[in-house]
């Protein structure tokens, strides 16, 4: 069974979600790691995770334009 709009299958997430108004928005981790540190360089802890976040992927993505 698949819920629309909710990104959850057999009540087991899919992918990504989508937002209020359908908009679907999807990333590599590296990218949510950007979003969750607050940070578009190339960090391991910041934002929402001061302290970093435990695991083997825990580097977010030098995104900065310079």
């Known amino acids: ?7 959850f299958e ?15 928005f999807s990333g590599t981790a ?11 360089e190339q960090v391991t802890s910041g934002g929402f995770f001061p302290a970093g976040v435990n695991g083997s992927i825990n580097t977010s993505g030098d995104n900065d334009a310079d």
């Open 30 to 40: 590296a990218q949510v790691l950007n979003i969750a540190y607050l940070n578009p």
């Open 10 to 24: 057999d009540g087991v997430e899919r992918g990504a979600g989508v937002s209020g108004d359908g908009v679907g």
């Open 1 to 7: 069974m698949h819920v629309a709009g909710s990104g």
